[in-house]
């Protein structure tokens, strides 16, 4: 798997598709790495003829460790953004979106389309706000605006978000349990994925890279950038706001108040989906993607 330096760190990446294929930049969620986009999303959107490119965000999976910085303090983070303060953390949501900017700039990619889930959502929103002459398009999958006003989440969903179960490094049976039982209650209560593929996935990603504290730090990173709507009601791109109906973890509110946000998008809210990207929705997560790349080359 390729490394580049991009806004200054090191990034691990993926490009799949034909080279000469409009550019897709996949911006995954909170602690995750990029194998969470499953391989057959990525597999057609590349058969669609896009050039796909995926990669670690920092302080996940294979990409730079902000060690230096050490875990956050995040009874301080939200002291200070009580306070009116801006919080110290070791990055923000726009940092990150740097990132995506610096990766296209080391690829020779000009301008992409960005789809972003979850905390990748939040990443790909900013990317579209702050550097609007890099976009062609922007896809916003389970994400939200940082409205503090919104609904939170149900609580068993944030109970799983922060409590993070038995170090696989000392009961990895128990941490695969763990996994499981989360994803279980994040997907929903339709379109749950085979067991012994998620225990492999979560295995595989646990052997790939575990570094714990980076998921502090994008949590914290997540939470400092606080309310997000005044940036991202800038966003001109061609909108496509994709959110699940049964999503427990970022209420379809999250959805419907970045459709409020951003001038001109379009909100589809799928049935059944929860905080996932179910195999048996690929399809319609593609063509609803594609709503928004079409837009872009009408609108050119």
């Known amino acids: 798997m390729p490394q580049i330096t991009a806004n200054g760190i090191p990034l691990h990446y993926e490009a799949h598709g034909p080279e000469t294929g409009e550019a897709l930049l996949l911006i995954m969620g909170l602690g995750a790495q990029m194998t969470r986009w499953p391989a057959e999303f990525v597999a057609e959107l590349a058969k669609r003829g896009y050039r796909v490119v995926q990669y670690d965000n920092r302080d996940v999976g294979l990409s730079h460790k902000f060690d230096e910085a050490g875990a956050p303090d995040m009874t301080e983070v939200y002291k200070a953004l009580m306070s009116g303060q801006k919080p110290s953390v070791a990055y923000f949501v726009s940092d990150m979106a740097a990132d995506g900017v610096g990766l296209m700039d080391a690829l020779g ?4 389309h960005i789809v972003g889930a979850s905390m990748g959502g939040m990443i790909a929103q900013n990317l579209a706000a ?6 062609l398009s922007l896809t916003s999958i389970m994400s939200t605006t940082g409205n503090p006003a919104l609904p939170p989440a149900k609580p068993e969903a944030m109970e799983r978000l922060t409590q993070r ?3 696989p490094l000392e009961d990895l049976e128990g941490f695969l349990d763990h996994g499981v039982s989360g994803a279980r209650i994040m997907n929903g209560p339709n379109f749950q994925a085979d067991e012994a593929e998620l225990r492999a996935n979560l295995k595989s990603d646990f052997e790939r890279s575990f570094y714990p504290v980076g998921f502090a730090r994008q949590m914290a990173a997540v939470v400092a950038s606080g309310d997000r709507r005044a940036t991202i009601a800038k966003i001109t791109a061609p909108t496509v706001i994709i959110h699940g109906a049964d999503d427990p973890l970022v209420p379809p509110t999250g ?9 001109g998008s379009e909100l589809h809210v799928l049935p059944a989906m929860g905080h996932n990207l179910p195999k048996p929705l690929i399809g319609a997560l593609c063509d609803l993607i ?6 872009a080359r009408a609108e050119a």
């Open 255 to 263: 959805g419907e108040d970045t459709h409020a946000t951003i001038p």
């Open 165 to 167: 179960g038995p170090s």
């Open 130 to 135: 702050e550097y609007p002459d890099r976009v």
């Open 290 to 295: 594609e709503r928004a790349t079409a837009r």
């Open 109 to 112: 990619i000009e301008r992409a």
